[in-house]
């Protein structure tokens, strides 16, 4: 209990926040977006990842609370970018599982929405394979259907580490794939590991979806990506996950 009484109260005092981290394209060099990843950070300055109080969310199953606050951070964030004449492009939020599962999440994710209409084209949600696994997957389905018909971007994340990611593929319209940091990081080095990304990327452009491979942390990675026609990265190599003031410095200085 006390335990969830810290962790409620670092949501409600918005302690818990989303940071930025950058995509770039592999076309120009610039960036084309961000992928929102939780931060708290203590009132001392002090930051904590994900790793040290997911679990704990999950399991006190206030996944709820963090999605609300994570995306009305986003959407406040990207609205004011949009106010300075900012374009921050394609902004990724990761969802939970519960968030498309149960009746009141669906109605919260609408409700914010509907605060920031003009941010919602910039919005991309990133879902990762295990939502189709504790629920039914039409549920899943028609959920994620009225949020592309509202405009909004579905992203399918750590793709290929999941149970049947190709049965996910027929099932499911979807705008994205992000190949994952475990596949990136054997690229240069490991021919099967080159073949299947190859094969993820012909597949990406026979469904006309985009692809971002993530953990790019080398120019050899980089390159490599580039020869295989991938068209986005993101990783260390253009930047950590940052606070949304130095978001708008980054943008104000690309302009
Ligand atoms: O930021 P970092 O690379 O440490 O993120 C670790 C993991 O936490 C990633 O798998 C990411 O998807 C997840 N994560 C980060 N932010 C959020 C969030 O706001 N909501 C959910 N559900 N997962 C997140
Ligand atoms: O949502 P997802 O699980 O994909 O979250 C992305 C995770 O990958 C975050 O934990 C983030 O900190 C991490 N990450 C981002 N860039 C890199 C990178 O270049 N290398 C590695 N190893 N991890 C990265
Ligand atoms: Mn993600
Ligand atoms: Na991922």
Known sequence: QAERDVLQAALLEGHIMPYYQPKVSLKTQRICGFEALARWVDPSGHVREPAAFLPQID?????????????GNVLQDVASLRDYGLDPGQVSVNLPE?????QPGRERIDALLDTFPDAVPHLTFEITEDVFIAR?????????TRLRDRGLR???????????????LRQLD????KIDTSFTASLGKDRTTEV???GFLAIARGLEVDVVAEGVETQEQEDELISLNCTMAQGYRYGRA????????LLVGAD
């Not at 940052?242 to 410095?249: G, I, Q, T």
């Open 98 to 102: 519960v968030a498309l599962a149960s």
């Open 59 to 71: 399991e006190l199953k206030l996944s709820g609370r963090l999605l609300d606050r994570i995306l």
């Open 136 to 144: 039914s997957g039409d549920t899943i389905q028609t959920a994620i």
């Open 174 to 177: 979807f705008d994205e794939l």
């Open 242 to 249: 940052m606070p949304f003031e130095e978001v708008r410095s």
């Open 154 to 168: 579905i992203s399918l994340d750590d793709f290929g580490t999941g149970y049947a990611s190709f049965q996910h």
């Open 196 to 198: 299947i990304v190859k």
